[in-house]
């Protein structure tokens, strides 16, 4: 009796994870079609954000991946304690950098909403980075080569 009760809850809690799975899958492919709907829309939003600033468009392009809020800041040449002056516009509202924490540490990485716009190849960014990634040649190497070589217009 005990046995077949522990086993129905095994396969409750198995039913309940595949459930949440489906959810989240079909949660991911709206988020895609919406985005993928209003392209023109959040290009000119990230156009207002970034404005002419290189170092947004630097941390749209570093926080492809997960990177730490101390790494992020050496790579732009920035005082840690600045680094939520340049955050604030692509953390808030519309979240195009979402905050992590592990412990103590703080990491950001950019939304998934940046990936699927192509934001590297975006004409109105191409030129920011490449001035940013250009005035860090003259400083020590934060740029890897697979980075740069993704901004190559094709």
Do not use: C
């Not at 990936?115 to 934060?142: A, G, R």
Request: glycine share 2%; proline share 2%; hydrophobic share 35%.
């Amino acid at each position: 009796m005990v046995n077949e009760k522990e086993d129905q809850m095994k396969d409750d809690i198995r039913d309940i994870r595949n459930d949440i799975e489906r959810i989240k899958s079909s949660t991911h492919n709206i988020n895609r079609i919406m985005t993928l709907s209003n392209v023109d829309t959040i290009i000119n939003d990230l156009v207002e954000i970034i404005g002419r600033s290189e170092k947004r468009a630097a941390i749209l392009f570093l926080t492809k991946d997960k990177i730490s809020a101390q790494e992020l800041a050496d790579k732009l040449t920035l005082d840690r304690r600045n680094l939520p002056k340049y955050m604030a516009s692509l953390t808030d509202k519309k979240a195009y950098v979402t905050v992590l924490k592990e412990g103590t540490t703080v990491y950001y990485q950019r939304a998934e909403i940046i990936d699927l716009i192509n934001f590297e190849k975006q004409k109105s960014f191409i030129p920011l980075i490449q001035s940013w990634i250009s005035k860090q040649s003259e400083k020590p190497k934060v740029v890897s080569e697979q980075e740069s070589e993704e901004l190559k217009v094709d």
